[in-house]
């Protein structure tokens, strides 16, 4: 009963700290000198965890999917391509980019923020009258939501040229082939949603990262704490943002 009470108290408090967090987002985006470095160390280290991610995508899906295509009947395997490409640039590679954020920058972000309430620097802010959601929480929102985009255009385009690496070790396609099969069937109505989803993730991850830092106990133990909730709550968040994103997407799509 006590944790589930301390749980939705901690829901009440995140629910509370996002639109403040959001709007200090807002407000930082002209001030580029606050959230360029945080941005950079998110990309940067992100890049490979994101390269290995998009060459492990690639291959794996073209060799699962080339044999039970060549099952299938004769001709199907020129729809690999097609299949690749799809599975990549609809679902897995804006997932993947959001996992790659939540579990790297999330704990990054609640360690980071919980070592500075523990050792009284947020509170010193806080006494001199600076906003520590403005100077802290909303560059660190504004680096993740540029961020993961980034990613996910990395993990995709690894994936579909990994996907064609391997195609073409078996001699039965061109690069204009593989292209032209690879977006036969996809539209951007499909892939351009797909791509804005993670959008929402950074902003997931960074709100909910921060939150985790801020909230943090005191002791080392608190900050090791924060940055395990942190990256559970963010992976959490970001599966369940995606099976939400998805069902709007497309009842959108029905509705137009």
């Not at 078996?170 to 949603?193: C, H, M």
């Not at 990256?231 to 939400?244: E, F, K, N, Q, R």
Request: hydrophobic share 55%; charged share 15%.
């Amino acid at each position: 009963m006590t944790e589930a009470i301390n749980f939705l108290e901690r829901l009440g408090r995140l629910a509370a700290f996002t639109p403040r967090a959001v709007l200090a987002s807002f407000t930082t985006l002209r001030r580029s000198g606050l959230w360029l470095r945080p941005f950079y160390s998110v990309t940067i280290g992100g890049l490979p965890l994101a390269l290995v991610t998009g060459l492990a995508l690639g291959v794996v899906i073209w060799m699962h999917t080339r044999d039970v295509l060549a099952r299938t009947g004769t001709g199907a395997v020129e729809y690999l391509p097609t299949f690749l490409a799809a599975a990549v640039l609809l679902e897995l590679a804006p997932v993947g980019a959001g996992l790659i954020v939540a579990a790297r920058t999330g704990a990054s972000l609640g360690a980071e923020l919980a070592s500075m309430r523990v050792s009284e620097q947020i509170d010193a802010m806080e006494l001199l009258g600076v906003s520590t959601i403005r100077a802290l929480v909303g560059p660190r929102i504004v680096a993740c939501v540029f961020a993961a985009p980034l990613l996910h255009v990395l993990i995709a385009a690894t994936a579909l040229g990994s996907g064609f690496i391997a195609e073409l070790a078996t001699g039965s396609t061109t690069f204009l082939k593989y292209n032209t099969a690879a977006v036969r069937e996809l539209v951007l109505q499909d892939v351009i949603p797909a791509g804005l989803k993670t959008l929402v993730f950074g902003l997931i991850v960074g709100v909910t990262g921060c939150f985790a830092g801020l909230s943090a106990r005191e002791g080392s133990e608190g900050v090791g704490r924060a940055a395990t909730d942190s990256v559970v709550a963010c992976v959490l968040l970001v599966l369940a943002a995606d099976v939400l994103l998805v069902g709007l997407i497309k009842a959108m799509q029905r509705l137009l």
